[in-house]
């Protein structure tokens, strides 16, 4: 009888979860099919039970006298049960968004009725309980129109008044060339450190570029051009990255 469903479930509503263009049906498809399987082999045990000449309706009204008691025993499975209801209520994300949860940096690869599965930037699975999505923030990085990053570059106090506002020049200019940034780069000078004059460098991540490729075009164009111009960076150095949503 499972196999009689599933087979139905493959025959009629694969293929019209394959055309729809959304990603809500891949994320209910999974839970039909175990939902399904779930109420068959409960059917198919309680008329096993009933051929066996037990008392079907003396059964049940055991299990519920013992239902507060599995209950309680269950609560953690419900706690994830309710959290998978709430994700498709909510719809705080979907199938193939990438999200941060609790620690976790990654792409939402499938959501199930107790777990769902992310894959981590390193290509690591990791199985999370549904319940961990209602009870801490979710971060959904799919869904910012872009992303803002903050640097603080450290110049040498040698380049001077000129010097400085050549590079400023020279930061703006990155921003414009570079593909996958969105307008609107800042640079101006913010602070005097000991031995440096710091600029703040403030780029925009197009949403869908690849994050870390367009941060590693930005940040080698700058080096680049900096050395071209004979502008060095203060020594020692640091410059402190901030990522934020905007």
């Known amino acids: ?30 839970i039909i099919r175990k939902t399904v399987g779930i109420v068959v082999w409960t059917i198919a045990v309680l008329f096993a039970i ?25 609560k953690d499975t419900l ?30 690869v499938e959501i199930g009725i107790r777990t769902s599965r992310l894959k981590t930037l390193d290509n690591h699975i990791v199985t999370l309980p549904n319940s961990v999505f209602t009870a801490g923030a979710i971060e959904n990085v799919s869904s910012e129109p872009e992303t803002r990053v903050t640097s603080v570059i450290q110049l040498d106090t040698a ?21 996958g940034l969105e307008k609107g780069t800042i640079a101006s000078l913010m602070g005097f450190g000991e031995s440096s004059f710091d600029i703040t460098f ?5 949403k869908g570029a690849d994050y870390f490729g367009t941060l590693n ?17 203060a020594f020692p150095t640091r410059i402190v990255m901030e990522r934020t949503s905007s």
């Open 1 to 30: 009888m499972a196999k009689l469903f599933d087979g139905l479930i493959e025959e009629y509503l694969v293929p019209y979860v394959r055309k729809s263009e959304g990603n809500l049906d891949d994320q209910l498809l999974p």
């Open 50 to 74: 009933r051929e066996a000449g037990y008392d079907i309706g003396a059964l049940l009204a055991g299990l519920g006298i013992g239902g507060v008691a599995i209950a309680l025993a269950a």
């Open 79 to 108: 706690s994830n049960f309710f959290g998978s209801v709430a994700i498709f209520v909510d719809k705080p994300f979907m199938i193939n968004d990438r999200v941060k949860v609790a620690g976790y940096d990654g792409t939402i």
């Open 159 to 179: 380049v001077g008044y000129e010097g400085t506002k050549r590079a400023i020049d020279i930061l703006l200019k990155v921003g414009d060339s570079v593909a």
């Open 202 to 206: 403030v780029v925009f991540v197009k």
């Open 217 to 233: 075009a930005v940040n080698l164009e700058v080096l680049k051009r900096l050395e071209e111009a004979h502008l060095p960076l």
